[in-house]
């Protein structure tokens, strides 16, 4: 099967090889990939960053998830079948979505949603466990609560937006001035120019932050949180108590603990929690994120959609920046 490879970690170009079709377990399936998404984590990986959380075999297939049809079943698979159409965020062990066809458990699959193409349902698997991951799990957002989501025009915090208005908050959120009318249009309700404004300054006694971006992005949002709150990142440093959730070990744990030490004193400081995300999959969280898209409650958003020989561009336009939106990459 033809598949977008990397040979080493490193700013490296990506190319398009032969790659041995994968065999698929007892609980398993084949699926036939049409298309898939673009996400920072996949250069995160291509660049080495994401080692001390999981390690890969090289040549390693990037991409994180897509939308495609089931071509084969496992002996023990039971809630799917061949022609089935689906989408998923395989484990982070089983990774391997600009290809063809990957071999994916069936715990991390759902139907795809009935109303998408299979372009938008590719979209949404990665942004939609994060986003729900962040603000369920973790923030346990509630109705009336603030919240300052970071980066709202990006893949993430588009699907945020609109995740966390349908749980009755009220949304602030960074954008430039070219971002601004769409995420309006998604339900945020106070927009911070991030070029020409300082958030940190203009937003006080917010419930939670969603934060995407990291660095002193991060350490400014512990301005904004009132006393209890609760910051999530998927883009800070892994502090010493995910080290321990996540089984890391002692040696890890104590990397984490030492680099993320700054993140600690901000957490005592301002009385706030901070957690790093590091996303699971779940076919049952994307069951509910379709019933959600079903019934006209969260819309994908899509930048745009490159065929799967410009794959390296597509890449490229993702480490832009300027993506409103999610980059798709069609494969069939």
């Not at 927009?191 to 995407?212: H, P, Q, R, S, W």
């Not at 006209?296 to 020989?309: A, L, S």
Request: glycine content about 8%; charged content about 25%.
């Amino acid at each position: 099967m033809k598949a977008i490879v990397i040979d080493r970690y490193g700013k490296v170009p990506i190319r398009l090889a032969e790659m041995p079709t994968p065999e698929i377990g007892e609980y398993e399936v084949l699926a036939e990939i049409h298309t898939a998404s673009i996400n920072p984590v996949d250069f995160k990986i291509r660049d080495g960053k994401v080692k001390l959380l999981v390690t890969y075999k090289m040549p390693l297939i990037l991409g994180n998830d897509f939308s495609g049809v089931v071509a084969k079943v496992g002996t023990k698979v039971t809630r799917f079948k061949v022609g089935d159409e689906i989408y998923a965020r395989p484990r982070k062990s089983k990774i391997g979505t600009f290809a063809e066809y990957i071999a994916i458990h069936e715990d991390d699959i759902a139907l795809k949603p009935k109303n998408l193409s299979f372009e938008e349902a590719a979209s949404i698997p990665l942004v939609g466990l994060t986003s729900y991951q962040a603000l369920t799990d973790i923030l346990q957002l509630q109705n009336g609560q603030k919240i300052l989501i970071q980066a709202g025009a990006g893949g993430v915090g588009t699907f945020a937006i609109q995740l966390a208005k349908l749980m009755g908050a009220t949304v602030a959120t960074t954008a430039s001035e070219a971002g601004a009318n769409l995420v309006k249009s998604l339900g945020a309700d106070e927009i911070i120019n991030y070029k020409t404004e300082k958030f940190e300054e203009k937003l006080k006694n917010y419930d939670a932050v969603f934060d995407t971006l990291g660095g002193e992005t991060l350490e400014k949002s512990f301005q904004v949180i009132k006393s209890g709150g609760k910051i999530v990142s998927v883009s800070g440093l892994p502090n010493a108590r995910f080290g321990k959730e996540y089984g890391s070990g002692f040696f890890k744990t104590l990397l984490f603990s030492a680099a993320s030490h700054k993140l600690t004193a901000l957490e005592k400081k301002h009385n706030v929690q901070y957690t790093f995300l590091f996303m699971k999959p779940s076919g049952e969280q994307l069951r509910i994120i379709a019933n959600f898209i079903e019934t006209g409650k969260i819309k994908p958003i899509i930048d745009r959609v490159f065929p799967f020989e410009n794959a390296q561009k597509a890449m490229e336009y993702a480490e832009s920046g300027r993506a409103k939106g999610k980059i798709i990459l069609k494969i069939k």
